[in-house]
């Protein structure tokens, strides 16, 4: 079945650093794919999204690529901020349009 | 204006009993979502209704019942809460089945 794999964390980082966050999928067809991102209390938002193979979806500084030959959907930032700590989730469209996440990585970012 | 909307936000009550959630969005969307998120953040899909028909029912035990009286509301009622119910409730809603989904602020759920 369709599937999310996602590096563990936490992730800790100081103010500025490169980050990335690995993101695998097992799936059928071609699937939507996502990063939501949850901070502390809140709900999810959605951070970016990519819908084809080669599509990068960008936001907030952030970007991920759909690879395809690889099956992946790595997030990156170029120079994390105090305030991108959070917990972030990868996810697929499943067949009938439901998430299926992966477990969610915590990243720190220490001034 | 909040899009997605959830009631009320946290909800601690005693084993036994029974509870709703409720939930609402403003952004016209056909398709809502019922997500639980348990205590190491894991979220997992329960409900989805698209145009008040119920399209997905994950394995989830039969004392959780949703009910979309309609297309801007999904509720959810748990009877006889069990103390492994404890967890957060995600709605969520999307336009279509395939495209990105808005998620509400959480119900964090407490059963004693």
């Known amino acids: 079945g369709n599937s999310v794999t996602q590096m563990e964390g936490p992730v800790t980082l100081s103010e500025e650093a490169f980050l990335t966050i690995n993101c695998t999928y097992t799936?059928?067809?071609?699937?939507?794919l996502f990063w939501y991102v949850q901070y502390p209390g809140e709900g999810l938002q959605l951070l970016l999204k990519?819908?084809?193979?080669?599509d990068k979806g960008s936001n907030k500084g952030f970007e991920a690529t759909y690879r395809k030959e690889t099956t992946s959907f790595h997030l990156e930032k170029g120079s994390v901020q105090v305030s991108d700590s959070a917990v972030y989730f990868c996810?697929?469209?499943?067949?009938?349009?439901?998430?299926?996440f992966g477990k969610g990585t915590k990243l720190s970012v220490k001034p | 204006d909040t899009a997605v909307s959830q009631t009320p936000k946290y909800l601690v009550t005693q084993m036994g009993n029974d509870k709703s959630i409720k939930c609402e969005q403003n952004?016209?969307?056909?398709?809502m979502y019922w997500y639980k998120q348990d205590s190491k953040k894991f979220l997992k899909i329960m409900f989805s209704?698209?145009?008040?028909?119920?399209?997905i029912n994950e394995t989830v035990p039969n004392r959780f019942s949703p009910k979309s009286p309609d297309k801007a509301h999904l509720n959810l009622h748990i009877n006889s809460l069990e103390l492994g119910d404890s967890a957060v409730y995600f709605c969520?809603?999307?336009?279509?089945?395939?495209?990105?989904?808005?998620f509400g602020p959480g119900t964090r759920l407490t059963v004693t």
């Open positions: 799936a059928t067809g071609y699937p939507s």
């Open positions: 990519a819908t084809k193979a080669d």
């Open positions: 969520a809603s999307s336009q279509g089945t395939r495209t990105e989904q808005y």
């Open positions: 209704y698209n145009n008040k028909e119920l399209i």
């Open positions: 996810a697929l469209g499943g067949s009938q349009g439901n998430l299926i």
């Open positions: 952004l016209g969307h056909d398709t």
